[in-house]
């Protein structure tokens, strides 16, 4: 029986994307090669909305600029920004449904995926990889899987941070993909959560046995005091955060007018040019 296809889904801050954000996709493809009972036919990083809120996140069009930076030297990995879009934050589940459902009708030949409504770009598909866009009918299905840390798993138990229909829906529905880290023992936690233990077949523990405690928050904390971080990120992401001088303070890195506008923006603005031929609308900061 041939194994059964997986496209692994990532959600986060990526702020900014280290190499073990990367890391944790090779690792986890590694391990269903090696038990060969699922086949990962790629990945996609999904970083979180503006309106997360959480502390030194600096705007999304700079988190998926550096995001893309970063995948530039990976072949099967890349970003959907379509979080970044939304009008709000949205919750993890939702991110799942809405990726899985695009997977879904570009399987079964939908019409409406092939041409998308006026919300949406012609980007808003090329984290689906080509071995589904152009299966031809090859392939019956490929279902999404969470792939995450030790630590997002436990945050389950945050009282308030996770509704428990949301947790025993995405673990159902889709499955997780944990790697552990130093310190967790996710077979306890699983073992402690009567949705987890219920569920325990829908969860899938990769072991990382070369040890990295590489963190976000220990890069953006290292660029804070002027300490290099090379080796911990990509170069290209290192030159892009110097470029713009992020993470080098809290107000800098909620400061608005040091997020860069993004490709609609600047159609946009072209387009206001084209119209406006006598009047030279203002650019945005970051442009000037």
């Known amino acids: 029986m041939a194994p059964s ?4 889904l990532a959600c986060g801050s990526f702020n900014p994307p280290t190499n073990m954000h990367l890391r944790m996709f090779e690792i986890a493809r590694d391990h269903f090669r090696k038990f060969d009972y699922h086949q990962v036919v790629g990945g996609v990083m999904s970083p979180v909305h503006d309106s997360y809120g959480k502390k030194s996140l600096v705007c999304a069009n700079h988190r998926c600029a550096m995001l893309k930076l970063a995948l530039q030297s990976s072949g099967w990995i890349h970003i959907s920004d ?33 041409s998308p409504n006026k919300r949406q770009r012609s980007d808003d598909y090329s984290w689906v990889p080509d071995e589904i866009r152009y299966s031809s009918g090859g392939i019956e299905s490929v279902q999404m899987k969470l792939l995450c840390g030790a630590d997002l798993l436990e945050s389950f138990a945050v009282p308030g941070l996770w509704k428990e229909e949301d947790i025993e829906a995405i673990v159902n529905n889709f499955g997780l993909v944990v790697v552990t880290r130093d310190g967790s023992n996710p077979y306890k ?18 072991t990382e046995w ?25 170069d290209s992401v290192i030159e892009f955060i110097e470029q713009h001088g992020l993470y080098k303070s809290e107000k800098d890195n909620n400061n608005p007018e040091k997020c860069m506008p993004s490709i609609r923006d600047l159609l946009i603005l072209v ?18």
């Open 5 to 8: 296809k997986v496209l692994l």
């Open 82 to 114: 379509w979080e970044c879009q939304q009008e709000s934050w949205t919750p993890t589940r939702q991110v799942l449904e809405h990726h899985q459902e695009i997977v879904n009708s570009m399987l079964n030949a939908n019409n409406e995926v092939s």
């Open 189 to 206: 936690f699983i073992y402690e959560s009567d949705i987890l233990y219920k569920l325990q077949n829908n969860i899938t523990i990769v």
């Open 210 to 234: 070369i040890s990295n405690e590489v963190s976000s928050t220990k890069v953006r904390r290292a660029i804070q005091r002027s300490e290099s971080v090379r080796y911990l990120i990509q």
């Open 271 to 288: 387009e206001m040019m084209k119209c406006t031929r006598p009047l030279k609308p203002a650019l945005p900061a970051a442009l000037v």
